[in-house]
């Protein structure tokens, strides 16, 4: 069974620090890992993964992908409380006979930044 | 604008009755999905669409039901077979659903909020 597992589920730190947030996967057919963060409502795209060892970077968000130990991590730099969110990881599954690709998302990652 | 729009954006149903939930996107995009979110638990797909007039069950799909008779449209319809509809859903949208080049990230509505009491 497909499934995606973060980690930790909850953190809290204060202004300034750096955060690594942990996504595993076992997933048959890999196509991407997607972040998204999610403040209150809609959750919103930040990096789509598709191979491993190239760093995606927007600010002070990095993301890199290791498809042979099967994760991918997020780092926040210098955090604001603006960060304070939960944050999603989802693998695409590619699917074949036209049948859709699928998200498989993690239950996330509360963060929590306090000043 | 560009955007997905999700209407409204909290519902109160007595147990029962149906209710539909409205997902609305000016994207042109191809695919839509709805999801559902329960605390503690992942998004859940529910049903997709690729195309109008198609739509395919997901994870969850009983007790639900869809339509798409047009592009931007894709209403959910929460039944009175669904056993536990309080939930918070979602609606997505991507360019594309199925490529062997290229994926596509999904685009999210804000939420529509579903208390049944």
């Known amino acids: 069974e497909d499934k995606v597992v973060q980690s930790p589920l909850s953190l809290v730190v204060h202004e300034g620090d750096t955060v690594t947030l942990n996504c595993s996967y076992e997933v048959t057919n890999f196509r991407s890992l997607l972040w998204y963060k999610q403040e209150k409502k809609a959750p919103t795209f930040l990096f789509m993964l598709?191979?491993?060892?190239i760093e995606k970077k927007s600010g002070r968000l990095s993301s890199i992908l290791d498809k042979k130990e099967l994760f991918s991590i997020l780092n926040i730099t210098a955090t604001q409380t603006g960060d304070s969110a939960v944050y999603l990881c989802?693998?695409?599954?590619?699917?074949?006979?036209?049948?859709?690709?699928?998200?498989?998302f993690g239950t996330g990652t509360l963060l929590a930044v306090q000043p | 604008d560009g955007g997905i729009t999700q209407s409204p954006k909290y519902l109160f149903r007595k147990e029962g009755q149906n209710v539909t939930l409205s997902c609305e996107q000016n994207l042109n995009h191809d695919a839509m999905y709805w999801y559902r979110q329960d605390p503690g638990q992942g998004l859940r797909l529910i049903y997709y669409?690729?195309?109008?007039?198609?739509?395919q069950k997901g994870d969850i799909a009983e007790g639900y039901s869809v339509s798409r008779e047009k592009k931007e449209s894709f209403p959910l319809t929460v039944t009175s077979a669904q056993k536990n509809p309080t939930a918070f859903y979602l609606c997505?949208?991507?360019?594309?659903?199925?490529?062997?080049?290229?994926?596509?990230?999904?685009?999210f509505g804000p939420g529509t909020r579903l208390t049944v009491t």
């Open positions: 669409s690729q195309i109008v007039n198609d739509f």
């Open positions: 598709t191979s491993s060892g």
């Open positions: 997505a949208s991507s360019r594309g659903a199925t490529s062997a080049l290229s994926s596509y990230e999904q685009y």
């Open positions: 989802a693998v695409e599954a590619r699917r074949y006979g036209g049948a859709t690709n699928k998200l498989i």
